[in-house]
């Protein structure tokens, strides 16, 4: 599966990085764009201040780690989603639309879902969907995979050596936004 990441997700790090790691587990193929990136970098940059350079090497790191995910969407593209497109905030989102048609992706992972036109992803046969239900359809599709993922994220969080239990608390936290992913982890908490 190819799922396109929009820069409401990437701006927020601990979802990003347990994306990413579901993404290096085999779950998924994660896409994004050089727009896509220009938004989050640019919104971690006026929110909270965050240094050009800091920012800049996680975006590195996420190319390096995934050498194929950068799709360039062509004006035409972008022009074609935005005809199918009623409000101002779909026709700005059009080049995640079009990212994704280029991509050959299957969704659209999102917090912004009213963001993303029905109509144009019928009619390029996509979906969205938001980041917590998309945690839960990979895990009971790819159970291994996901908990394999899981467990590197959690491996990754070096601040504080979370026990499974306050693993699952830190997802559920509203700053990951995976409470539903986190309930449906629980039956497996001692494999993460």
């Not at 996901?146 to 959690?154: D, E």
């Amino acid at each position: 599966m190819v799922a396109t990441l929009d820069a409401c997700i990437l701006f927020q790090g601990r979802l990003t990085d347990l994306l990413l790691n579901l993404g290096e587990a085999g779950t998924f193929e994660p896409v994004w764009s050089d727009a896509i990136h220009e938004e989050w970098m640019k919104n971690l940059s006026m929110k909270f201040g965050i240094p050009a350079d800091k920012i800049s090497y996680r975006r590195g790191e996420m190319e390096k780690a995934f050498p194929v995910a950068n799709v360039a969407a062509t004006r035409a593209l972008i022009s074609s989603v935005q005809a199918f497109c009623k409000t101002a905030a779909q026709r700005k989102d059009a080049h995640v639309v079009a990212t994704a048609i280029r991509a050959k992706a299957d969704v659209i992972v999102t917090h912004n879902i009213k963001d993303f036109a029905s109509s144009a992803l019928v009619e390029f046969n996509l979906s969205k969907v938001r980041p917590d239900n998309f945690c839960v359809q990979l895990l009971a599709a790819q159970t291994e995979k996901v908990l394999k993922g899981v467990s590197a994220h959690r491996a990754s969080l070096k601040k504080a050596a979370f026990s499974p239990a306050r693993y699952l608390e830190y997802l559920a936290d509203e700053k990951s936004g995976v409470p539903k992913f986190a309930l449906a982890l629980e039956p497996y908490l001692s494999r993460i």
